[in-house]
T-cell receptor, first 114, second 116 residues
Framework: AQKVTQAQTEISVVEKEDVTLDCVYETRDTTYYLFWYKQPPSGELVFLIRRNSFDEQNEISGRYSWNFQKSTSSFNFTITASQVVDSAVYFCALTAGSSYKLIFGSGTRLLVRP | GAVVSQHPSRVICKSGTSVKIECRSLDFQATTMFWYRQFPKQSLMLMATSNEGSKATYEQGVEKDKFLINHASLTLSTLTVTSAHPEDSSFYIC????????????FGDGTRLSIL
């Protein structure tokens, strides 16, 4: 069975702080994809990144960076120099094998205070 | 990029009403679409997978007679919540699958359904 765990329910930081959102996944498939989405208060899902199971390279995109470690089944997301506009719920998700179904974690609500 | 349009964005109606939500892929063909439900402060839960020209596949615990899905064309899937009750109030969001290797699922903006 596939499962995604986001143990941090809510995180509150002050603007300009760095923050890391944790994601741990479970799957028996050797081929899988991991995703991060942002859901602002307006509700729409904003795609941030997709990473396949064969590519463990870390990725940086502006203030965002992702650390994929198969040894610990983790795909953590770091925001550096956080801004108020980063306040949202962030979801980690997984598709595995031949399935297109997205399995979402429970989400982490990030509040960045000015 | 691929755009998915979901309509309406918000619905408020009386208990017992049936509500139809549309999900359209605007600039690509989507043989497969997905419908998710999200209760307040919870995660997105997959309700069903909609395949063009065939019956939808429902996830365990989702009543197919309650949530009717029709995917009659390559660009349109509809979800009808039949005889809606207050417990059906939720945020419903669709996605369309594409062959885009970077971002295979494109999401609509969601429909906030409130049943009085």
């Amino acid at each position: 069975a596939q499962k995604v765990t986001q143990a941090q329910t809510e995180i509150s930081v002050v603007e300009k702080e760095d923050v890391t959102l944790d994601c741990v996944y479970e799957t028996r498939d050797t081929t899988y994809y991991l995703f991060w989405y942002k859901q602002p208060p307006s509700g729409e899902l904003v795609f941030l990144i997709r990473r396949n199971s064969f590519d463990e390279q870390n990725e940086i995109s502006g203030r965002y960076s992702w650390n994929f470690q198969k040894s610990t089944s983790s795909f953590n997301f770091t925001i550096t120099a956080s801004q108020v506009v980063d306040s949202a719920v962030y979801f980690c998700a997984l598709t595995a094998g031949s399935s297109y179904k997205l399995i979402f974690g429970s989400g982490t609500r990030l509040l960045v205070r000015p | 990029g691929a755009v998915v349009s979901q309509h309406p964005s918000r619905v408020i109606c009386k208990s017992g009403t049936s509500v139809k939500i549309e999900c359209r892929s605007l600039d690509f063909q989507a043989t497969t679409m997905f419908w998710y439900r999200q209760f307040p402060k919870q995660s997105l839960m997959l309700m069903a997978t909609s395949n063009e020209g065939s019956k939808a596949t429902y996830e365990q615990g989702v009543e197919k007679d309650k949530f009717l899905i029709n995917h009659a064309s390559l660009t349109l899937s509809t979800l009808t919540v039949t005889s809606a009750h207050p417990e059906d109030s939720s945020f419903y969001i669709c996605s369309a699958w594409t062959a885009d290797s970077n971002q295979p699922q494109h999401f609509g903006d969601g429909t906030r359904l409130s049943i009085l």
